[in-house]
């Protein structure tokens, strides 16, 4: 069964603070996903990582992939209120097939 | 910007009663799913759809639910009778197996009581 697992689950943080959530996962696949939640909100595609190595960085957020590890990190740099949301990561099954596991999730709050 | 667009927002029904919720994916994907999240805890897979049949369930996908794309811009998920414990968020997403990414619409919020 595949698994992913996201830690820390809760994270409450200053702003203007740095800080890493983690994303480990049991599958093959090489292709990892970052989202953003918003509460009562749908899902927002923050990142798609396809390759060992991959980086890739969006204003104060930077993912990257080591497939070898079977890691991800979404890195914050200098929090701003606006941060505030629920992030997910999700790896889909490889190949052809791109249902998509998602990990818990990890609620990030920014405190000013 | 294309967006995938779900109606209604929320549904509220009775247990045993049947639902459809609706998703309009954006026009030239031709990959589509359904994923629910119930309240507070993560977003779980429900099922794939390519090329008119469904491509992979998950084993939340039972009897009781169905898919249809009936025409070219529709893509529907029917539970037949409902419980209590199907009250979720009902995400629908489309993609292309080109850039690998989804495309999540703002849901339905399914309430059962």
């Known amino acids: 069964e595949l698994k992913v697992e996201q830690n820390p689950l809760f994270l409450s943080m200053q702003e203007g603070k740095n800080y890493t959530i983690y994303c480990n996962y049991s599958?093959?696949?090489?292709?990892l996903y970052w989202y953003r939640q918003d509460p009562g909100k749908s899902l927002e595609s923050l990142f798609v990582?396809?390759?060992?190595?991959a980086v890739k960085q969006e204003g104060r957020l930077m993912a990257s992939l080591d497939t070898k590890a079977r890691l991800s990190t979404l890195h914050i740099t200098a929090a701003v209120h606006d941060l505030s949301a629920t992030y997910f990561c999700?790896?889909?099954?490889?190949?052809?097939?791109?249902?998509?596991?998602f990990g818990k999730g990890t609620l990030l709050t920014v405190n000013p | 910007e294309p967006e995938v667009t779900q109606t209604p927002s929320h549904q509220v029904t009775q247990m045993g009663q049947e639902v459809i919720l609706r998703c309009v994916p954006i026009?030239?994907?031709?990959?589509f799913y359904w994923y629910r999240q119930i309240l507070g805890q993560k977003v779980e897979f429900l099922v794939s759809?390519?090329?008119?049949?469904?491509?992979?369930k998950s084993e939340i996908f039972d009897d009781q639910f169905s898919v249809e794309r009936p025409d070219g811009s529709n893509f529907t998920l029917k539970i037949r009778s409902t419980k209590l414990e199907d009250s979720a968020m009902y995400f629908c997403?489309?993609?292309?197996?080109?850039?690998?990414?989804?495309?999540f619409g703002p849901g339905t919020r399914l309430t059962v009581t």
């Open positions: 997403a489309s993609g292309t197996s080109g850039n690998y990414e989804q495309y």
């Open positions: 599958t093959t696949s090489d292709r």
């Open positions: 990582l396809l390759s060992n190595g």
């Open positions: 999700a790896v889909d099954g490889g190949g052809s097939n791109y249902k998509l596991t």
């Open positions: 759809f390519y090329n008119n049949e469904i491509s992979e």
């Open positions: 026009s030239n994907h031709l990959y």
